[in-house]
């Protein structure tokens, strides 16, 4: 994918069907079962590989798992990284977030200020992306020190949208949590599908086809999965049947 803009490719996938991405933690596993997993994803029809998590990331463990997913796969790697001290300079893009509603200055503006030159450095693309936590938030809600949306208050996830669509963001990211109960409300997702015009990426707590085949009717752009790659023993059949549903097939 060097030869090819990521952002670019993720909007024309987009124009046509709802995208999946499957997030794999370099903590949770070696690089070679990183790969292993990688490649299950592409296998099963999976859109891009995120590659990131709340704690735990180093250097090594970064550039290793990425190291070994290119040897295994032909999809983009996108870092979704959580501060500025680990940035692999072999992955094809990152996201250049903000996490909207931390309580954190950090968070928000100030590991973005550290990380800059090092992704120019590295001629790295950036995605600029506003993300925000949704109830319940789970571990990466507690690391961010989040101001954690409530699951009926639609209207605020919706303002938080606009407000990176008006500061020039180019994706816009709900997450409940690696691990949460349930996925963000499908009315919320509505709602943002609704007003925004940015493409809409929602993760957590999905765990079955249904729930994402409810989630990209209610006009999620992008559905991420991450902890079911730790804990389904029949991986890519579980995947293949999960993108099949988010795609309509």
Sequence with gaps: MN?????????????????HMGLIDPDEQSPEEGAELASTLEKAGSDAVMVGGSTGITQENLDETVNAMKKEIDLPIIHFPTEAGAISPHVDAIYFMSMLNSKDLNKVIGEQVRGAPYVKKMGIEPIPMGYVVVEPGMTVGKVGKADIISRDEPESAVNFGLAAQYLGMRLFYLEAGSGAPEPIPVEMIKLCKENLDIPVIVGGGIRDPEQARELAVAGADIIVTGTVLEECSTLEKKLTDMIAAIKHE
Excluded at 4 to 18: G, W
């Design 3 to 19: 030869q090819t803009k990521v952002l670019a490719h993720l909007y024309d996938k987009i124009s046509e069907e709802t995208l």
